[in-house]
């Protein structure tokens, strides 16, 4: 069916959009707003995925699943069921399969060719990238089989199916329940103060930090920046477009340092 429909030529990476989620929304179907605007972004990178290799491809499925996941995380405050065990596994299995590709990608695309440039009489380099190129391409194979798997399939039925049965609402208490009835911006509030609050904590004494220790602010960085993306319709364009970007710069500058 996608071979039949698809154009006859690669389509570019889809990037994350902004979920149609309002104020005045439940939080309960905030989450369902969310969740489904993420697993929109995994399928069209994935359906452009079988007309052709591209490494954004394989970076936007991957920043799809880690936006699902950061919602599962999030709204799982909310009511405990949503942070489904079974579920989140298999995402981290999806994310497991696709990172040796990206990781090789940047490595190839990215990390080595300034050290090859600077310097161009060291012979090992140009051996060290034969080796990596041959790891890129078994990597490459790995996430596209993996991308067209029966378990990635099985995934996303599981995945749709359980949404639309909202099983968290029938484990949850009166007070769970309570919360996922209530409006959206007030959870929004606390839970982006919360996770505000952690990136502050985390980032202090920064210059003496491990390199785990900033692997793990990053990390924080990543979360808080995906909920403030999911939230950012609630707030001033200009003010919202300031703080995303300053998270976005802070995620690269510790990235680069993580490379």
Request: with cysteine.
């Amino acid at each position: 069916g996608y071979a039949l429909c698809a154009a006859p030529f690669p389509r570019p990476a889809v990037k994350a959009t902004l979920p149609e989620v309002t104020r005045e929304m439940t939080v309960d179907a905030a989450f369902r707003a969310i969740a489904w605007n993420c697993i929109d972004q995994l399928q069209d990178n994935q359906s452009r995925l079988l007309q052709g290799y591209d490494p954004e491809l394989i970076h936007q499925m991957r920043v799809a699943v880690r936006r699902l996941r950061s919602a599962l995380n999030l709204f799982g405050a909310a009511a405990p069921g949503i942070k489904d065990a079974t579920l989140t596994a298999e995402l981290r299995w999806l994310v497991g399969e696709l990172g040796p590709a990206r990781d090789w990608d940047v490595f190839l695309g990215e990390t080595l060719p300034p050290v090859v440039e600077a310097l161009p009489q060291e012979a090992g380099l140009a051996r060290l990238q034969q080796a990596a190129a041959k790891l890129c391409q078994e990597a490459r194979e790995q996430a596209c089989a993996a991308a067209v798997s029966p378990r990635y399939h099985r995934l996303l039925l599981t995945l749709g199916s359980w949404l639309w049965r909202e099983p968290w609402r029938d484990v949850a208490e009166a007070a769970g329940l309570v919360q996922l009835d209530q409006p959206l911006a007030a959870f929004a509030a606390v839970m982006l103060g919360r996770r505000h609050r952690q990136l502050r904590r985390g980032g202090r004494n920064l210059a003496q930090l491990s390199a785990e220790q900033r692997h793990a602010l990053r990390i924080t960085a990543k979360k808080l920046r995906y909920a403030a993306e999911f939230f950012s319709g609630f707030y001033p364009r200009k003010a919202s477009r300031m703080y995303l970007q300053a998270l976005a710069d802070l995620q690269d500058e510790l990235g680069v340092l993580n490379d």
